[in-house]
């Protein structure tokens, strides 16, 4: 007889899971339902800025796999269908059409859960007005272009300067708009340490996009159409045309919390290496909606990407097919950009390290992404923390033009790899006069944190 798994959620993590699974096993040993509340499948969710901008011409371009897809593949997918409850016990999930109201059971011998992250959505006064949006899925960026076209005037807020805010503006700045940038931290970009923020700062400014730190929202003010006018600060009011959301995101458990499941420190479901939930033999978990293990810190925590979602996806899908595979971790490594700079960050920031107890130094260096007589060379700042004992490589944050940015895979590789920063300095990266200075950016920051450490003793 064959078994049946049932998905919840029908983008990276879940449709990547049913389709390993599938690969594995055919339609008479694994029936596959998978359940989605929304119109698409297998999409993007990062392309929505580029999309919203212009870059990506059409909506459809951010689609890996349609619905129609995955069932020509024997994958029962139902769209416009919400999961309203998991039964463990009784091996079931209820589902609800959302088009005709209607409720349904199924059961399942195995379940995965793949239900993603929602947007934070501030209880502010005013934030469901017209002109109001976040940016989550296709529908979010179709919704958010529809009301661009239907803006009395080319004004725009984004409240939120993480990798979202800074995109978006960049999308709004490329359609004419007039944005303005509101964040409560001290800089934008959280997730480097405040110096290197201050450098995106800047860039933005330079760029047209005004940035305005440690500046909460407080409300959303409406004009006497209900639509959205202003948005205001404790120190200020700021005009506003359309209002983007960039927040940020937390997972979505509710029907896991409701189902007695295993959640950590930051709301994500918790899981062994094969991403299975912990103490559920039948249950596997991946995507946005789980914590995974931080290889530098050795602390759990919330990483909500693409490329986690999907290797988690192909995990699940091999042991649910009845093969092995695992997923260690991650390093946190991270790339966005604003118009043309960019930016980047893996491992722990200098608040990170602290958190955790380790005893670290800091070194930044300024070189550029060619060499520097070559035509077109640019400025980069790399910042790197290692272990004050150890000499290990603990961090990197890059931020600069042409080039800068997927110079951080070095650093990834070195942070899985656990390597020092003296080790690092003998890495044999390639060189020639295009492509990098004699000494790589990240090697002249390895030198420089290796005689730190020794200095340090």
């Not at 371009?61 to 619905?67: K, V």
């Not at 942070?415 to 690092?424: D, F, G, H, K, W």
Request: charged share 25%; aromatic share 4%; with cysteine.
């Amino acid at each position: 007889m064959s078994e049946r798994l049932v998905v919840i959620g029908g983008d990276a993590a879940g449709m990547s899971a049913a389709s390993q699974a599938r690969r594995l096993k055919g339609p008479d040993e694994l029936e596959i339902v998978a359940f989605e509340r929304g119109h698409f499948s297998s999409y993007s969710a990062c392309g929505i800025p580029y999309w919203v901008g212009g870059d990506v011409a059409a909506r459809g371009e951010l689609i890996a796999r349609s619905p129609e897809e995955h069932r020509a593949r024997d994958i029962d997918l139902r769209t416009r269908t919400e999961v309203t409850e998991i039964d463990l016990p009784g091996q079931r999930v209820r589902s609800r059409d959302l088009e005709a109201g209607t409720e349904t059971w199924t059961g399942f011998d195995k379940l995965v859960i793949a239900t993603g992250a929602r947007p934070l959505r501030p209880p502010l006064p005013g934030i469901d007005a017209p002109g109001v949006h976040g940016v989550q899925t296709l529908d979010d960026g179709q919704a958010l272009l529809d009301s661009l076209s239907a803006a009395p005037g080319r004004r725009a807020v984004v409240v939120g300067a993480g990798y979202i805010g800074v995109e978006m503006a960049e999308a709004l700045l490329s359609r004419g708009y007039e944005v303005t940038v509101l964040t409560r931290g001290e800089q934008p970009m959280a997730t480097l340490d405040p110096d290197m923020g201050r450098l995106v700062h800047r860039a933005m400014d330079g760029l047209g996009i005004r940035t305005v730190v440690s500046a909460p929202v407080t409300k959303i003010l409406t004009g006497s159409d209900g639509r959205v006018r202003a948005v205001a600060t404790e120190a200020d009011e700021y005009p506003a045309d359309v209002v983007v959301l960039g927040t940020g995101v937390e997972p979505e458990t509710s029907l896991a919390r409701a189902a007695g499941l295993p959640l950590g420190a930051y709301g994500g479901l918790l899981t062994d290496l094969s991403m299975r939930v912990r103490g559920h033999g039948n249950v596997w978990a991946g995507g946005d909606c789980v914590e995974v293990l931080d290889l530098v810190s050795g602390r759990e925590r919330h990483v909500p990407l693409g490329t986690h979602a999907n290797k988690h996806g192909q995990v699940i899908g091999a042991n649910v097919g009845g093969g092995y595979a695992t997923f260690p971790g991650v390093v946190g490594t991270a790339v966005s950009k604003v118009c043309d700079l960019e930016i980047a960050r893996t491992g722990l920031r200098e608040k990170d390290a602290r958190e955790v107890g380790l005893r670290f130094t800091a070194v930044t260096v300024e070189s550029t992404s060619r060499a520097g007589y070559y035509p077109g060379a640019a400025p980069m700042t790399v910042k790197m923390l290692a272990e004050r004992r150890t000499g290990r490589l603990l961090g990197v944050q890059i931020v600069g033009r042409e080039g800068a940015a997927k110079r951080v895979d070095v650093a990834a590789v070195a942070l899985t790899a656990r390597m020092t920063v003296e080790e690092m300095t003998a890495l044999d990266l390639g060189y020639a006069p295009p492509f990098s200075p004699v000494w790589d950016p990240v090697l002249i920051a390895a030198r420089k944190a290796a005689g730190a450490v020794r200095a340090a003793g």
